[in-house]
């Protein structure tokens, strides 16, 4: 079943301007993690948040954590065409079989240029 | 250094015909992980190793399905008497360890059962 699921499953956007992503998940986590995903294929780590962080920043990207709603953005400020992929957001548990992460279904981002 | 590459990148087979999906993770890397992902949707989650053993098989839709991963590095799944609904790109990923966060990924296998 999916731990992750984000919100909303597409946006678009002109370029320029910011892209907010969401995502909630249902049990504790160990860490949050959000990837990018181009044209079907492999994905590429972009940011990690540890479930005692609430907020972390990488570049252009800031992803914000709230475990009392269980809850997760993205904020991609300044988008540009390049940005265009879809997004996708990983949950990881605590211990054992829980270790293994789980993905939502992500969310298409288009930019305009 | 080199990334996770995976092997063949596509692949089209017959119904009931058996495939073999290969995966050659980063060097030092003692986690590896198959996902499969079908048209639009996120990752499912199929087999995990750490080293040589599968703690978690929780993944896999059918006993068609195994994995196995030799010498702490290449891992193959097999898929035996493919099925149309097997049609998905299957991606592989690995890391350091489990207790590590990020997972480097393939650029996965798109899997075409006719």
């Known amino acids: 079943s999916q731990q992750g699921e984000e919100d909303p499953q597409a946006l678009s956007i002109q370029e320029g301007e910011n892209a907010t992503m969401n995502c909630s998940y249902k049990t504790s986590i160990n860490n949050l993690q959000w990837y990018r995903q181009n044209s079907g294929r492999g994905l590429v780590h972009l940011i990690l948040i540890r479930s005692n962080e609430r907020e972390k920043h990488s570049g252009r990207l800031r992803v914000t954590l709230d475990t009392s709603k269980k809850s997760s953005s993205l904020l991609i400020t300044a988008s540009r065409a390049a940005d265009t992929a879809s997004y996708f957001c990983?949950?990881?548990?605590?211990?054992?079989?829980?270790?293994?992460?789980?993905f939502g279904k992500g969310i298409t981002l288009s930019v305009r240029p | 250094g080199a990334g996770v590459s995976q092997s063949p990148s596509n692949k089209v087979t017959e119904k009931g015909k058996d495939v073999e999906l290969r995966c050659d993770p980063i060097?030092?890397?003692?986690?590896l992980y198959w996902y499969r992902q079908s048209l639009g949707q996120g990752l499912e989650f199929l087999i995990y190793f750490q080293g040589n053993s599968a703690p978690d098989k929780s993944g896999l839709p059918s006993d068609r399905f195994s994995a196995e991963r030799t010498g702490g590095s290449v891992s193959t799944l097999t898929i035996q008497r493919t099925q149309q609904e097997d049609s998905a790109v299957y991606l592989c990923a690995s890391s350091l360890g489990t207790d590590v966060g990020e997972q480097y990924f393939g650029p996965g296998t798109r899997l075409t059962v006719t």
């Open positions: 990983a949950t990881r548990g605590n211990t054992g079989a829980n270790s293994k992460l789980t």
């Open positions: 060097s030092g890397h003692t986690a």
